[in-house]
């Protein structure tokens, strides 16, 4: 399925740029903005295939780590410079602040896609001159006075968006959920990301969970537990 799904687009995309950079003929300034659309939709919609077949591979328990030794304030400082010119260009401000020792054994391209979603999400629900704020630091594993004793490293990403209702907070993390269909039109979204993020955050061993008040903003929270005796 993977295969059938994802060599006739990745064609499309490869002709598609080979058209922008003129390998087929001389191209206008408006069959240039079309192939800029398409090359972005098309990179769009291998985006949601990806993120489909990952859900298919969760429901089926095929998931599986790649683990290493890595710095999660590295990766998110890389991350916060990706999103750094779409904020920008929004007058949006990331503020990005990691403490202390930020070591974790995982899979780098599956926490680094929790970071990208938590980010994507902050940045996308933020209103123009917002902030987000991004922070690494140590903390518990889990919420709560009766929490885990266990010391995490802790990814907190809060936004001053449009927040999240009560009753659409116990449903965030389920597949295709989105709070409000008229937020899907405005924000765009498939429902997903969250989902991954959340599957990918606990077969780690950490947790995530979500603090926000409707129309004061978000804070999310994904924990991975920190390896005793790593080398």
């Not at 400082?77 to 904020?87: I, L, M, N």
């Not at 690494?136 to 004793?149: E, F, H, K, M, Y």
């Amino acid at each position: 399925m993977s295969h059938e799904l994802r060599t006739p687009l990745t064609s499309v995309i490869g002709y598609a740029e080979m058209m922008a950079e003129g390998l087929a003929g001389a191209v206008s300034t408006e069959q240039r903005e079309y192939l800029t659309t398409i090359l972005g939709k098309a990179d769009q919609l291998l985006g949601l295939i990806t993120s489909v077949l990952e859900v298919s591979s969760l429901e089926s328990g095929q998931l599986a780590l790649e683990r290493g030794q890595l710095s999660l304030a590295d990766v998110v400082a890389s991350e916060v410079a990706t999103f750094q010119p779409q904020a920008s260009r929004r007058g949006i401000e990331i503020q990005l602040d990691a403490r202390g020792d930020s070591v974790v054994i995982g899979d780098r391209r599956k926490i680094r896609q929790v970071v990208s979603s938590l980010l994507s999400n902050a940045v996308k629900f933020t209103p123009d001159r917002g902030k987000v704020g991004v922070e690494v630091r140590q903390g518990p594993l889990a919420p709560g006075p009766a929490a885990d004793s266990t010391v995490a490293v802790q990814l907190v990403v809060s936004d001053s968006g449009i927040g999240i209702s009560r009753e659409a907070v116990a449903k965030i993390f389920e597949p295709f959920f989105q709070a409000d269909s008229s937020s899907t039109r405005a924000f765009g979204g498939t429902g997903l990301g969250l989902t991954l993020a959340k599957a990918y955050v606990e077969a780690h061993g950490g947790r995530i969970w979500v603090d926000t008040t409707p129309g004061a903003g978000s804070t999310f929270v994904a924990t991975f537990p920190i390896t005793e005796g790593r080398s």
